[in-house]
Structures are given as C-alpha cells and as structure tokens.
C-alpha cells in the first residue's frame, strides 16, 4: 500500500517511501484500570516509559500574591507499538492517570485516532472523567470493561447504563492481560471509526 | 588515593548528573512547532565528511539520537531511549533536523478528518490487528 501517494506526501518524495506513517491510539481510564497492561498485552515491544515537564500560567483559581504564577510538574508514560506494515505503524499511549493533564498536553491528544476507556467494574468511578473527556473533545471512542481474572458480575446493559453511555459507543468486555482480547477492543475501535466514517459521507 | 566526590552523596541516586537542560543550552520550548509525540525521525546520510566532523563535535545525545534513527524512530520513542523528557529531547532533535541530520515525517492528522485516504489507513490498520 501507498501512503506516499496521499496528501501529506512530504517535501522529500524520495524518503516518503522509505519512512512509514504514525498513527496513535489512546488507552484512557482511572488509575490502576489496567491501561498499561493492555498496552504491554497487545504491544510488540515492552511497552516504554518516557515523562515529559508540563508548565502552565496557573489558572485564576490560586489566591497565593506574590507566587510565580506558573506551576511546573512531570507527568509520566507508557506506550507501545504495532506494526501494521513498513508503511505504517500504531502506537498506544496509555495516558497518564490524572486527566486533568491531558488539558495541558495537547501534544497527547491532537491527532489522536481514538481511544479506549478501559473500565473496572468496582471501581466505574475512576473511568469516569476520561469519557467526559473523550466526548467533549469529540474523540471516538470504545469502552473496554476489564473483567480482571475472568469475573464478570456485571452485564454489559448493567455497565453501559452506569456510565451513562450513549449507545453509539461500543462496549467490549475483555482481559486486558490477553493478546487476543485487547487485539479485539482495538479492533472494535477501528471499526467503529470506519462506521462513523461512512455515516458522515453519506 | 581518594577522588574528591568520594563520600558524597546527595541521597538520590536516580538524580542526573547532567541537568537536563544543560544537555540543550539551558534552552527550555522547542523552536519547531512541527514535532509531535509520533513524528518519525530517520537519520539522513552524511553528505560530506565535513558533516561526519560536524557530528563528532556535536553533544553525545544528538550522536546518540543519529544512531537511534538509523531506523525510524517516534519521537516519543527517542525520549524513551534517551531517558529525557520528551520536550527536551524535541529540543535535541530539532537541532538536528534544523541542521540537515535527521528528516523528519509528520504524522497523518486522522481525528474527524474524512477521506478516501483515511479509510484506506482505517483498513490497513484493521487487517493488521487481525493478523495479532
């Protein structure tokens, strides 16, 4: 396949064939969801970890006079990679825990294909903010229910009515710690994006 | 005979010896705006040996990064390999690219954007993940 041949063709035609082309996929959700796992299950390499320094005028909510009003802290990140063909290559970034972060880190989000919320079901409130997130962004997105060690005490009308979930959205249940799984949620998101593609062309 | 920071200890061990931010010059905001997380970079051959030269003097972590990309590399990928931030390491390979060593490849903008060229990487990405 031909990716060169598209709009982005670079500048240097000659390299365009010999490079292959990002795309990016977010695993979202609460703290300790299993993002990284998922990320390691269906990830070629062990999933890397890389921080980046996010600095930000402080917004108006502080009352501290006399303060630098700028606040500077190191958010961390594990992602991994697929590699679909020498053309192209996926890589998951399983996005720092705190979502307050990501209004900061643009470069996170932008260009992002979708997500996956990944849910677990004791603790649906800690998946809560990142669907917040991924609606008012617009971003695709499918929800993954970790059914840790296979327990599944919850059916998948059960969770989507407690996430209030618009039934556009896809839910898959899954283990995160499996290949097979995780490369299922993943396929459900590319699906769904295609679905959403085609509604809108038409 | 004992070396002078014998018996010093700072009490962290994971602290660089190296602030970051001397490695770039004490510069802190990439000047290219065109860097994301998943722009590949690939290593240019060197044209001349005046630019082989021109390497040999650079900083290790741009030599390191010449090395890393001889395959193409995200940046998000570099800055894991490097052990750096990854807006320190765009710092670095701005540099680079500034200055004729690494070529740099955008990645396709696919949020909301429509297109026969999009379906086509929808479905690649598609029978790629069912061959996992």
């Known amino acids: 396949m031909d990716f060169a041949s598209s709009e982005h063709a670079d500048r240097t035609a000659g390299l365009a064939h010999t490079a292959p082309l990002a795309v990016k996929i977010l695993i979202a ?6 993002k990284t796992t998922l ?4 990830s070629e390499v062990a999933p890397l970890h890389t921080e980046e320094y996010l600095t930000r005028a402080s917004i108006g909510v502080d009352d501290l006079d006399g303060v630098n009003g700028k606040f500077t802290t190191t958010v961390a990140l594990d992602f991994g990679r697929i590699t679909i063909s020498g053309d192209l290559v996926v890589y998951l970034f399983g996005t720092p825990g705190q979502e307050r972060f990501w209004f900061m880190w643009n470069d996170l989000v932008n260009g992002a294909m979708g997500a996956v919320v990944l849910v677990d079901t004791r603790r649906l409130e800690v998946s809560f903010a ?3 997130f991924f609606e008012s962004r617009g971003i695709p997105f499918v929800v993954g229910v970790n059914c840790f060690h296979g327990v599944r005490d919850r059916t998948a009308e059960e969770i989507r009515a407690a996430l209030a979930l618009d039934p556009q959205v896809p839910l898959v249940l899954c ?10 949620v993943l396929l459900a998101l590319v699906d769904h994006l295609m679905a959403g593609r085609s509604a809108t062309s038409v | 005979m004992r070396h002078w920071t014998e018996g010093f200890d700072d ?4 602290e660089q010896l190296v602030r970051p931010y001397t490695i770039t010059s004490g510069r802190t905001a990439p000047e290219r705006a065109d860097l994301t997380l998943i722009t590949l970079v690939t290593t ?10 021109a390497v040999r003097r650079m900083q290790p972590e ?10 193409s590399k995200a940046v998000v990928e570099v800055a894991a390999k490097l052990g750096l931030p990854v807006s320190l390491t765009k710092i670095l390979i701005g540099d680079l690219v500034d200055s ?3 070529w740099a490849r955008s990645p396709q903008p696919l949020t909301r954007a429509t297109g026969p060229s999009d379906m086509t990487i929808l479905q690649a990405v598609r029978d790629g993940l069912r061959k996992l």
Do not use: K
Not at chain 1, 29 to 34: H, M, N, P
Not at chain 2, 64 to 71: A, F, H, K, M, V
């Open chain 1, 29 to 34: 959700g609460g703290f300790g969801v299993g």
């Open chain 1, 39 to 42: 990320v390691g299950a269906v």
């Open chain 1, 130 to 132: 990142s669907i917040d």
């Open chain 1, 175 to 184: 283990d995160a710690r499996d290949r097979g799984d995780g490369r299922d």
């Open chain 2, 11 to 14: 009490g962290d061990a994971d």
């Open chain 2, 44 to 53: 240019l051959p060197e044209v001349s040996t005046q630019a082989a030269l």
């Open chain 2, 62 to 71: 741009h030599r390191t990064i010449l090395g890393l990309c001889r395959e």
């Open chain 2, 100 to 102: 004729g060593y690494l």
